[in-house]
């Protein structure tokens, strides 16, 4: 059978399952979105996913049912797990700066992880203060898909440009 294999919120993952599956029936995956891939149906059809991991209960319930129409096997494990989060990195600051509103989203460089219209959400971000952004796993993909960010949005490709405890 191998070892688990578990891919995150991955696409190239999900491409990649036949080969995966030659080496280990033991394939995991955790869909970090809310909605689902269609590669994950497809694969769910196919009783190729072994269990399936969600961050969140609600999730869990939401599409758990839609991937058991797509195949009712009883040995497709579907789980909730609490992620770890080191909150000694991650002090509260309860003194922020008055001098702007400071918004921004953190993720790993894919395209996948920016909707086609965060440009337009960011947008109307209401604020009687100046606004500041930044955009962390930000690269050339993501640009192609929703454009240029303003002026007042800052980018990084990674956390060897800004950290999280510095994006934080």
């Given amino acids: 059978e191998g070892d688990a294999i578990i ?7 999900l491409e990649n399952m036949p080969a995966i599956r030659q080496h280990t029936k033991r394939t995991i995956f955790v869909n970090c979105m809310t909605w689902l891939f269609n590669k994950e149906k ?8 072994a269990m399936f991991l969600y961050q969140n209960e609600e999730v869990r319930q939401k599409n758990m049912p839609l991937l058991k129409r797509c195949n009712d096997d009883p040995a497709i494990s579907f789980l909730t797990f609490k992620p770890y ?19 921004g989203r953190i993720s790993r460089q894919d395209a996948d992880k920016f909707a086609a219209n965060t440009l337009h959400i960011y947008e109307y971000f209401v604020s009687p203060l100046f ?15 929703i454009g240029e960010p303003y002026g007042w949005i800052r980018t990084a490709r990674d956390q060897r440009e800004v950290s999280q405890q510095d994006f934080y």
């Fill in 7 to 13: 891919g995150f919120c991955n696409g190239e993952y």
């Fill in 42 to 49: 497809e694969l769910m059809k196919q009783g190729m996913i």
């Fill in 131 to 145: 606004k500041r952004g930044l955009f962390l796993g930000f690269d050339q993909r993501s640009r192609e898909k």
């Fill in 85 to 103: 989060f080191h909150n000694d990195s991650f002090p509260f600051i309860a003194e922020r700066s008055g001098e702007y509103f400071g918004c």
